[in-house]
């Protein structure tokens, strides 16, 4: 997917092999359809596969996703496959030891492996909030501290909230929680439950204005050994 800016407005509209459609921030994206929906040559079925791999957080992210990608990148789920799909996925063959074969789905010839420290589970132009977060995995506890940020600027505001994504990847669990805003110190204990320590925890923050309108990318604090 490409986007670009167009003086004369927002374009819709399939142009050859190339689909065009406009977002709410006044920029157009393009995409191609040059890939077949049932795709037989291996760099289709890798890309097949690498989606599959994302969609598949579809419904157990939903939440995350809503409040991570609210417009200005694509929004919703469109803009957590757009941020995540060549970034965040490895594909790797099923079988390595059996060759290519065309004839056979994409899901079975590759499997999509996620980079949970890469993924990204919110993507926007503000600045990435300085926050540390300390696992407690034998009490199921973690603290978050930040400290206040007196300065603003365009992209960094002292109203801004500060979430925290606690993402258990193996029970398919996902859970927001709201620390403090960006302009106040934050010292806050959360809780997880047994059945999240034993998932394979993953911890994201990231911040988002005041009007709910722009977010900044996430970064990923933790992640448990596997």
Request: glycine residues 10%; proline residues 4%; contains cysteine.
């Amino acid at each position: 997917m490409a986007e670009f800016v167009n003086p004369l407005g927002k374009i819709r509209g399939k142009f050859g092999n190339v689909i065009t459609y406009g977002g709410p921030n006044g920029k157009n994206y393009c995409r191609g359809t040059s890939i077949s929906h049932k795709p037989s040559q291996e760099p289709q079925k890798r890309q097949s596969a690498a989606f599959g791999a994302i969609t598949e957080r579809k419904v157990w992210m939903r939440n995350a996703v809503r409040l991570g990608f609210p417009g200005g990148y694509p929004k919703g789920f469109r803009g957590f496959t757009s941020a995540n799909v060549m970034d965040a996925v490895t594909v790797e063959k099923a079988n390595p030891e059996k060759p290519f074969n065309s004839r056979k789905k994409a899901v079975k010839e590759f499997n999509g492996v996620i980079n949970y420290e890469k993924l990204r589970v919110a993507a926007g132009s503000l600045v990435i909030p300085e926050i540390r977060a300390e696992v407690d995995m034998e009490n199921r506890r973690i603290f978050f501290t930040h400290e206040k940020e007196e300065i603003e600027s365009v992209d960094c505001f002292l109203d801004d909230k500060i979430y925290a994504v606690l993402l258990c990847k193996t029970k398919y669990i996902c859970r927001v929680e709201e620390l403090g805003l960006r302009g106040e110190t934050i010292e806050k204990s959360v809780n997880f439950s047994e059945k999240i320590a034993g998932g394979g925890l993953v911890i994201y923050a990231f911040a988002k204005n005041a009007d709910g309108k722009d977010v900044s990318d996430s970064v990923c604090l933790w992640e448990a050994e596997s």
